[in-house]
């Protein structure tokens, strides 16, 4: 089993543990590894050491929020030379984020403006930021990483695959697009799946996402095809352990008619191969 979303401490927002707590629970649940998410800072450093303590692959990337500079290339190549294999665009600080209401980083100190970030068609083509934007995806595909649209609109997802694709990106990952940002409909989830894109569903939609049941999420899977990822992105102090969220999904979505044999897959096999090198 190889989760692709976790969240762990030190953090901005509570965390159910630590570092070294979330990969001991892992360890004991028998997984090989997992990709270790923050919205605020790059987790490459973080990931290695816990890598070199805990046997397990511990996978670090960089999500583009105004912490690290926002779309910043600098970022991304720091990120990825030091070992980093994932690229989250804009999620804390997408402009989805704000309208929603969803937590952002200037929640915690109003002295913060509420400025977004956003991409192509969004952002208009002659804006400088598209330079940026371009950069990164390059960046991005010279190093075989993995990039993960983030909390960027359908429509920004829709622009992203068509640039990976464009550029020879392999490794492609709509983060739970079902949920509230982007809050893509199956239709379009099938649409990019049969593109190309790996599709992310996560044991939080189903603890914490409002109006979000396991028949909607099944339905994602059926979309998502032989591309379907699951993940926990867990971590909160208000759910499960996050190796016990992922367990609890793959219970729900069976429970639902999918075959169990290929929900494993889609938590173990299908994430790992789209994640290492």
């Not at 050491?49 to 397990?56: C, E, P, Q, T």
């Not at 990825?80 to 402009?95: I, N, Q, Y």
């Amino acid at each position: 089993m190889f989760d692709v979303h976790v969240h762990a401490a030190p953090d901005v927002l509570d965390r159910i543990g630590y570092d070294d707590q979330i990969g001991a629970s892992y360890a004991a649940a028998g997984y090989g590894g997992f990709v270790l998410k923050a919205h605020h800072e790059s987790t490459v450093g973080r990931a290695s050491a816990l890598s070199r303590s805990s046997g397990l692959d511990v996978v670090g990337g960089v999500a583009l929020n105004r912490a690290v500079g926002g779309i910043n290339p600098a970022a991304v190549l720091s990120a990825l030379s030091s070992g980093g294999r994932v690229v989250w665009f804009p999620t804390a600080d997408s402009h989805t984020q704000e309208s929603a209401r969803l937590p952002r980083l200037g929640d915690l100190d109003d002295r913060l403006d509420r400025s977004v970030l956003a991409v192509p068609p969004v952002l208009a083509e002659d804006d400088p930021a598209v330079k940026d934007v371009a950069f990164v995806l390059d960046l991005i595909a010279e190093h075989d990483a993995v990039l993960c649209t983030g909390h960027v609109s359908g429509d920004e997802c829709r622009w992203l695959l068509e640039q990976a694709l464009a550029r020879g990106i392999g490794r492609f990952l709509l983060t739970h697009p079902s949920y509230t940002v982007p809050g893509m409909e199956v239709r379009e989830i099938a649409e990019l799946a049969e593109r190309g894109a790996h599709v992310e569903i996560t044991a939080y939609q189903l603890f914490h996402q409002p109006g979000m049941t396991a028949a909607r999420l099944a339905a994602v899977a059926e979309a998502a095809g032989p591309r379907l990822v699951l993940a926990s992105d867990a971590g909160q102090p208000n759910s499960p352990e996050p190796p016990a969220a992922l367990e609890q999904l793959i219970q729900a979505l069976t429970a639902e008619g999918l075959d169990p044999g290929r929900l494993r897959d889609a938590a173990g096999d299908t994430p790992r191969e789209l994640v290492l090198p």
